[in-house]
């Protein structure tokens, strides 16, 4: 009995205590359940950032920059212009310099280019107002000066066209013959004569002034039926220009010869006579110093010349061939070589050596020719300088549909005794047997020798354009890049 109340006595004790322990964990596990709050990291060090400083650059420093900037795209426009320009893409060229303009407003380059654009796509009085507000800006300009003169000519104002360009001399401006034959058809088809610009402000003042003037009508006498005489086309240039036409001489038939002596006849001039009667015009050429032209290991001394000032075109060369029994050039039918002002192609080395002797002159010698572009044997790359300029040469068009251009169009082109489209246009014959450069012996082809062009050509490249380029071909080749033009001797002092 003792055991057994042991036993419950010894369990009554351990309920009790486990009755104390029951109402909360012990501390072991309030240990193990707690949260522990985050570990801080250690904070990391950030770099200092510096303080801003303040930009140096003003308003006017940007201003400037975007002036710049626009510069260089206006000319980048300009040449794309340009070269539109050359490969007759009219349209083309004008969104281009309208671009440059836009960009870069008064710029020379896009504003002629611009003028001459609408020139050559018959919009001569677009044309004229920019030649105009061109030539308030760049008054010593040449090509403005030409465009304006031609633009004067066109709608007849002799005084202030020759006033312009020097001189209404159709042999030193073949633009002008190209002016008159325009206007000459005009006239045969019964369509009025351009009007000046200016007269068309005039005309709507006119205009105007009528419609004001409506309500007294009824006090004017009645109109006739007659035209007028302002309203008369003229019928001839002649009378466009105010020309006073030279009275017709009569010509007096010549005496009977005595009874006994029968009448001498006057010998024939048969057709393609070596000369012409009438002195070679020399007021066309230039006239060139003598002097030394300098090569790498040689000298050459050049005698005093006269040489053209532009290269022959096909109205002075259809003189030849009506008068003198010239075959015709071959590229004469197409309409991209047709035009009395461009230079005449298709010409063989022969018959530009009978042209010259035909006219009283000659073909000039290969180092004459280089002495010309090279403004009397200087060290320049270009007949202009040595920085190139592509508005200064025709160069670089299209096989398929380009051509030269009317001779005379690049005035900034031109040496300095006023020598134009030395560089590119159409290569021109010379005198001389080709040679290869340290070659003493020409170059000889099927027992042919070969003769010698210098210039370059409007399908060529720029390595062409350079006073040093040259080539040689076949002297009765005719391709429709080659061209000539003609020297002469200088005269003594005082002779003209």
Request: overall charge positive; glycine content about 10%; hydrophobic content about 35%.
């Amino acid at each position: 009995m003792c055991i057994f109340s042991c036993l419950a006595a010894a369990l009554a004790v351990s309920g009790c205590v486990a009755a104390a322990r029951a109402p909360g964990p012990s501390p072991r596990a309030e240990r193990l359940t707690a949260v522990r709050p985050p570990r801080a990291k250690p904070a990391k060090a950030q770099a200092e950032t510096p303080a801003p400083v303040p930009s140096l650059r003003t308003p006017a420093d940007r201003s400037g920059e975007a002036d710049r900037s626009n510069k260089k795209k206006a000319i980048a426009e300009s040449e794309k212009g340009e070269r539109a320009y050359r490969n007759g893409y009219y349209i083309s060229a004008e969104r281009h310099f309208r671009e440059a303009l836009r960009l870069s407003p008064g710029g020379l380059y896009a504003m002629t280019g611009l003028g001459w654009t609408l020139y050559d796509s018959s919009r001569p009085a677009r044309a004229f107002r920019i030649f105009q507000k061109t030539r308030k800006l760049f008054p010593g300009d040449g090509s403005v000066r030409r465009g304006l003169g031609y633009l004067y000519f066109w709608y007849g104002r002799r005084a202030e066209a020759k006033n312009l360009l020097g001189s209404l001399d159709k042999k030193r401006w073949p633009e002008l013959a190209n002016i008159e034959d325009e206007l000459r058809e005009r006239i045969l088809k019964g369509l009025p004569l351009p009007r000046f610009p200016g007269d068309r402000k005039e005309a709507k003042m006119k205009s105007r002034n009528k419609k004001t003037a409506g309500f007294f009508d009824f006090l004017l006498p009645p109109p006739s039926d007659s035209k007028t005489e302002e309203s008369r086309i003229p019928e001839s240039l002649m009378e466009f220009f105010g020309i006073v036409p030279p009275k017709k001489i009569e010509k007096k038939s010549p005496p009977a010869p005595p009874p006994g002596r029968e009448a001498s006849a006057a010998p024939a001039r048969r057709a393609g006579a070596a000369f012409r009667e009438r002195p070679p015009p020399f007021r066309t050429m230039a006239e060139i110093p003598e002097g030394a032209l300098l090569h790498d290991d040689s000298a050459i001394w050049v005698r005093a010349f006269r040489i053209d000032r532009l290269e022959v075109t096909n109205a002075l060369y259809a003189a030849f061939v009506r008068e003198g029994g010239a075959p015709e050039p071959p590229f004469l039918k197409k309409p991209r070589f047709v035009g009395p002002h461009l230079p005449v192609v298709g010409v063989t080395w022969h018959e530009a050596r009978a042209y010259c002797k035909w006219v009283g002159k000659r073909l000039p010698t290969e180092a004459e020719w280089e002495f010309a572009a090279r403004s009397g044997g200087k060290e320049v790359l270009y007949p202009w300088g040595n920085k190139f300029s592509g508005r200064n040469a025709v160069f670089g068009l299209r096989p398929d549909r380009g051509g030269p251009k009317a001779v005379g169009r690049h005035p900034g082109g031109a040496s300095a005794q006023g020598v134009e489209d030395m560089s590119g246009n159409v290569w021109e014959w010379v005198e001389n047997k080709f040679r290869l450069a340290g070659d003493k012996a020409p170059v000889v082809r099927e027992k042919i020798t070969y003769r010698t062009l210098r210039g370059g050509s409007w399908v060529n490249g720029r390595w062409a354009l350079s006073v040093f380029g040259r080539t040689g071909d076949f002297p009765g080749r005719r391709l429709p890049v080659y061209g000539f033009r003609c020297a002469a001797d200088s005269p003594a002092k005082g002779v003209n």
